[in-house]
């Protein structure tokens, strides 16, 4: 009996041992830790360990901040105007909540799955301030508990880190706007550099908004980095001179204001539209920064040119190339050869996109055919608009490979 009470117990030793080995390697074998944690090192990004990283990833573009023509709804529209024809129609709480909808579905966790299973190791996200604010006077958009909501991106942050896979937080669209283009939420308007009255208080609300990111996330090894700004004066009619005081003026602003509360993430700037629009890192006194570029344009020279030439006159930082396609004769080989080669990390734009042929364009991973599912914001019904904005435009509902991944990307992961 006694022989029988020995091996019983040492059979149950054995199993709680195992169930709590088991369970430290279910805790241990996905997700980041502090060890992940990023930063640069001359022209390098390094994790704690001292592992260099290039950072490989995909734009979710058209996801938390639209541009009509990569998303599902009628005409050409950005997202101001859409949103301002919603509110009017169904009021704001309604208009919120379409707007809801469509994230909700747009990106999932099926989505970073498949990003994961295709060995990209980052994601930019691209966001604007009315994300997070109702308007541009600074009304906060408060969850059921009363405090400000930032669930959107708590949930991407925590869902990429247990699928390791880090995080460029992208403040597409800023307060004011930082350019005329479309794509930073309004077209046509550039208030943040104004100096006036007005000019500071979007400049206060900008602030604040990185002041609430950087202090919510500056523990959380998953965040690659803060994007300060997307593009700023792009498509803005002045010159060189102007676009660098402008740039120099808000960027210095911002890296001080991210730095009061996070002295740890990678802040990138970005070099919008030549290789000279960023003052020299040591000489402004910035630790830990990216520099970036965006390249649309259409030969194989420029490009390389482009790409080795920033890198040259940035020296002493590491180099990201935050969004590219190859216009014309630009090839994808030579692309992602050249920036492999220059040791820049890359993104491409983008993941997922509807409509105007991007059921087979390379500008998406993911793509659905023009008319499916879109939208008309001006007399479809709230419950129609809910219908096509909700799980139809889920990525297993309906979208299809381009080829572009295993035509052109894949090979280089």
Known sequence: MKTLKRILSLILTLITVFSVCSFAFAESATGFTDEDFLRTKGQDIVNRKGEKIQLKGVNLGAWMIWEDWLCPYEESLDHYTVLEILTERFGEEKAYELMDTYMDNWITEYDLDEIKSMGFNCVRVPFWFRNFYYDDKGRKILDENGEWDFSRLDWVISECAEREIYVVLDMHGAVGYQSDAPHNGKKGECGLYDDTEQGERYRELTDELWTAIASRYKDEPAVAMYDLLNEPMCDVDAGEIERRINNEMIYTRLYDTVRKVDDRHIITMECIWTAIALPQAWLKGWD?????VHFYNNSNFIFNLFAWFTKFIYADVPMMMGEFYPHQQTTWENCFNTLNDANYSWFLWTYKATGHGMWESDWCIKG????????????????????KWGECIRTENGFQDTGHYDKNVKAYL
């Open 288 to 292: 830990n920064v990216v520099f970036q």
């Open 368 to 387: 659905s055919k023009d008319g499916f599912h879109r939208a008309d914001v001006r007399t479809d019904s709230y419950e129609e608009i809910a219908r």
